[in-house]
């Protein structure tokens, strides 16, 4: 689309998403002068009493999806931004646990561009702008607010939050943040606000997060120091901070770290919960793509793990709950994630591996991935067609696990509907 035809409030989404992937030199264009600027003249940079701004490599839509079953369940309205989509762009902007329609986007979008004047804007700066803007206009009482890559130089930053959060820390966009823990830690902790709390999920961090923390006066709740949690069996856990404690609580089915770090946030972000809201919540998070089963026998189990740190709980939970069942591996990367490390991790779960190619400018070829797997393997054009070969190869009892990134994930998914299976 030429740069003269700009898409109208009542255009359809995709044609503004199709104007947004072309009006700015990169996908990717860390920094916050452009979009702070945007923000501050259209008045986003609050855009509900409350804000929890949530950063990590991984377990970020786990600790959202978390936090936010327990606020719906205590009455309150709640907006969640996150990224990047399985199928459709409207899952980027939940309010109240549902997607919103095409036009509330279009609309949002047609607000941004008018508001933009002559300021350049990346594809996620826009669509996080947006998503502030229909946060606003839909009038919630917290945002759950999911940082898009790395934190202190992110879209997201230019909020004004109250609580901030970091996951875990891992090495991960090694293209933008480079592969050391303590830089990428110093990115992450980029967040933290002063006089604010300031929440770390990751046990052992680098050193640069509590030091960052310390320099702007962040009050850090650091697990293993200022709070805690044990699974006490297998279907119970407990969680401490000083001499509080919650016992008995579900085990979710999401990874409890995250989980952990969810009760951290809320309990530091002054609002009315209760433990019944508590429990509530922990048995009814869920969030698609992460162990979500979507047929059985065989069973089809998909998964968005993309580096080593969540392949390995991924392998961990596969072993705990098929024991002994032939794992068929159907996976799909980008380049830039560290695809010989987090296939290593796979292959000890992998009885049969698919290997395919994703498509766009940063994706891997099967090529790529069939270096660094153990034997050689037919190599696939797509994740559909590497999924379909292991449908008619696995058994009844096997297991179908299709894993690498959100586009293997997206596109699988989206054929399985449109199969009607």
Known sequence: MSQTQIPQATSPLAMWLDYLANIHTSAIDLGLERVQTVADSANLTKPAPTVITVAGTNGKGSTCALMEAILLDAGYSVGVYSSPHLIRYNERVRVNGQDLPDEKH?????????QRGEVSLSFFEYATLAALR??????VDIVLLEVGLGGRLDATNVVEHDVSVITSLAVDHV?????????IGFEKAGIYRSGKPAICGQPKAPATVAAHADDIGAELFQVEIQYDYQQTSENTWKWT????????????GLPLQNAATALMALATANLDLSDVNIVNGLKNAQL????QVIHQQPTILLDVAHNPHSAQYLVERVTQQYPGQKIHTVVAMLHDKDIKATLEELSSIAAHWYPAS??????????ELSQHLPTSHAQYDSPVLAFEAALTQAGQEDVILVVGSFH??????????????
């Not at 279009?106 to 008018?114: C, G, N, S, V």
């Not at 229909?134 to 009038?139: D, G, R």
């Not at 293209?175 to 830089?183: E, K, S």
């Not at 901070?241 to 979710?252: C, F, K, N, Q």
């Open 134 to 139: 229909l946060f606003q206009t839909e009038k």
């Open 408 to 421: 293997t994930v997206g596109e699988v998914l989206e054929h399985w509907q449109n199969k009607g299976a």
């Open 175 to 183: 293209d933008w943040l480079g592969d050391d823990i303590n830089v």
């Open 241 to 252: 901070h000083g001499s509080y404690d919650l016992e008995a609580l579900p085990v979710p």
């Open 288 to 291: 698609p793509g992460r162990m």
């Open 358 to 367: 994703l498509s766009g400018p940063r994706a891997a070829s099967a090529q």
């Open 106 to 114: 279009t609309q949002a979008f047609d607000f941004i561009e008018k």
